[in-house]
């Protein structure tokens, strides 16, 4: 279910921008799109206590700059428990390659009528608002998040920790780290991977596994950051 577009517009786009447009004053309107998004935290915070998104994102290929996110997910957990979640498909004029097909399931039709990302990342933005945001493999997800977060004109720099990074740390000797991998591991089921929800979903319970076991010592934002994706 997508958050209703409200307080988060004003910080995006205040009352100035309106006028800046009309008045044809491209010099003070690029100045109010560039807005420097970020979020920091002390090294004592602890991950318990702290709201965490968990997200994943589906896209049209590998490349950062040439290729779209078609479909968001998230979700937000506070003490292990699920608080909310963020879900979305995203419009993109983009033809999806047979194998992304294949892979996700998200075919063109079903794009049809969807936001774009103009109207989808805003939201995403206020959801992750006040959270330390988590993906699997994060050096992607955080690199198609910020590419389109530039091209919109804005500049995004927020705390994000790979649990690949993590789970290759705290769980030695697993011949890989994909979260299929890690699924099996953890004895978990996945129906939907592969789907940005469905992969969130599962990689909450191999968190939760972490953070809970006492013997990781996985407590606080400082025992992850050097996991952390800048």
């Known amino acids: 279910m997508l958050l209703q577009h409200s307080v988060f517009h004003a910080a995006l786009f205040p009352s100035g921008m309106n006028s800046a447009a ?24 602890k991950l318990h206590d ?30 292990g428990v699920i608080i909310d979640t963020f879900e979305s498909f995203v419009q993109t004029d983009i033809e999806l390659p047979e194998h992304i097909v294949n892979l ?31 993906a699997h493999n994060a050096e992607f997800d955080m690199g198609m998040l910020k590419a389109s977060a530039n091209r919109l004109g804005y500049e ?49 319970t191999i968190l939760q596994e972490i953070l809970n076991d006492d013997e990781l010592e996985v407590a606080t934002w400082g025992d992850v950051s050097d996991c952390v994706i800048t």
Not at 29 to 34: A, I, S
Not at 52 to 79: C, M, N, P, Q
Not at 113 to 127: M, R, T, Y
Request: charged fraction near 20%; glycine fraction near 8%; proline fraction near 5%.
């Open 50 to 79: 702290t709201p965490l998104v968990i997200f994943d994102t589906e896209t049209t290929g590998l490349d950062s700059e040439l290729d779209r996110i078609i479909e968001f997910g998230a979700l937000k957990i506070v003490g």
């Open 104 to 134: 996700t399931g998200i075919t063109q039709a079903m794009l049809i009528g969807q936001p774009d990302i103009s109207a989808v990342l805003p939201k995403f933005l206020e959801f992750i608002r006040g959270s330390i945001i988590v």
């Open 22 to 45: 009309n008045s044809g004053d491209n010099e003070n309107l690029d100045f109010v799109l560039r807005r420097h998004f970020h979020f920091n935290l002390p090294l004592s915070t």
């Open 156 to 204: 995004l720099t927020w705390p994000c920790f790979c649990t690949v990074k993590l789970a290759r740390r705290v769980l030695p000797g697993l011949p890989n780290y994909k979260l299929g991998t890690l699924t099996e591991h953890f004895q978990l089921t996945n129906d939907a991977s592969h789907r940005a929800v469905g992969d969130v979903k599962v990689l909450n």
